[in-house]
């Protein structure tokens, strides 16, 4: 039998919690930031609470919207990459792009729709971090701990 933590859903799976849950707190400091930022003092054990509030709140529609985005990229390239003959190191490198681009993509195209930025840590500076936990999250899913790499093979 093979180990769990080479299955591409449970690599999936933590992926997304980890882009979900770092996209999450890096929201939540972001807003608590600009708050400090006009004199409203918030005590750590608030940044604690509302860290946990804002990840749970924000699970069944930010965290959904991050895994079908995060679904959507990373099968574009997993099609691309089944009809062509790359090597390991673009594979991998792409699936990491792929990570911060869908997150990239999520909050462009939310704006039009909504008229509103999705998540409000993801103005400005905030968005650059959006980005960086969807990168983090696709090296999480392309590197595992204690099991190898991410290699696709086309046979």
Do not use: E
């Amino acid at each position: 039998m093979r180990n769990i933590t080479l299955w591409p859903w449970w690599r999936f799976i933590r992926a997304w919690f980890l882009t979900f849950t770092l996209a999450s707190m890096a929201h939540t400091q972001f807003n608590l930031w600009q708050l400090g930022k006009v004199d409203i003092a918030v005590s750590l054990n608030q940044r604690i609470a509302m860290t946990g509030q804002d990840w749970l709140g924000l699970l069944p529609t930010y965290g959904v919207i991050i895994a079908g985005g995060l679904l959507l990229g990373w099968l574009i390239c997993a099609v691309i990459f089944h009809f062509t003959q790359a090597r390991s190191t673009l594979v991998q490198a792409s699936f990491i792009l792929a990570g911060g681009i869908t997150i990239g993509a999520i909050h462009t195209a939310m704006y039009p729709i909504l008229q509103v930025t999705l998540i409000a840590g993801a103005r400005d500076f905030g968005l650059l971090l959006q980005i960086l936990c969807g990168l983090i999250g696709a090296c999480w899913f392309v590197y595992p701990i204690k099991s190898r790499p991410l290699q696709y093979n086309s046979n």
